[in-house]
């Protein structure tokens, strides 16, 4: 059986992530909440509406058709209350933003699914040098899936990578790292 786990999308054509052109993968999930985190709509492991501020007109649209009053468009606050927000099960604000500030962040799929979309640029890896690179939030705080994707990348003679902060067990970390070709890590502090 195929684990699961979030996605947020694939970059399909990185070149700062590894040796080569790679697919650069962004996993939902991390623990460790940084202050100053690249990419903050990775950090829970679960779908969510994510609030572009310098995107949004403040027309209002999207706070008139929520219907548990979650959105706050004053100047200087402009955010969702995620304690109120039905979150994706609603997602009635994202249907509606006509400037695309709203959207949905994640989706679920199987690590078997996600190679099968990897393995689909195998010819373009090896011709570059490449492979694929998980990155997130972070992989290791998702080592069944992680493992499983990796090792099936490897059986397809696909270099594999993950981004790292390396916060988390040493037995997730190895779990992951036997089938890693390279391990790239952000030293937290």
Not at 88 to 98: H, L, N, R
């Amino acid at each position: 059986m195929s684990t699961k786990a979030i996605l947020k999308t694939i970059d399909e054509y990185a070149v700062h992530d590894g040796s080569g052109a790679r697919a650069l993968v962004f996993l939902k999930g991390c623990n460790l909440h940084c202050k100053w985190c690249q990419n903050p709509e990775l950090i829970k492991f679960e779908p969510q509406i994510w609030f572009h501020k310098a995107i949004c007109k403040g027309c209002g649209l999207c706070q008139k058709t929520c219907p548990v009053n979650a959105i706050n468009l004053e100047e200087d606050i402009k955010r969702i209350d995620n304690e109120k927000c039905l979150g994706v099960d609603c997602s009635k604000c994202v249907e509606v933003c006509p400037h695309n500030a709203l959207q949905v962040v994640g989706y679920e799929i199987t690590a078997e699914e996600l190679w099968r979309q990897l393995a689909k640029y195998k010819c373009f890896y090896q011709g570059s040098g490449g492979g694929i690179t998980l990155s997130g939030g972070d992989p290791l705080h998702l080592p069944d899936f992680s493992a499983e994707v990796l090792e099936l990348c490897q059986k397809d003679n696909i270099h594999t990578a993950i981004e790292t902060s390396l916060y988390g067990s040493y037995k997730n970390l190895w779990k992951i790292a036997e089938h890693c070709d390279l391990i790239l890590t952000d030293i937290k502090h």
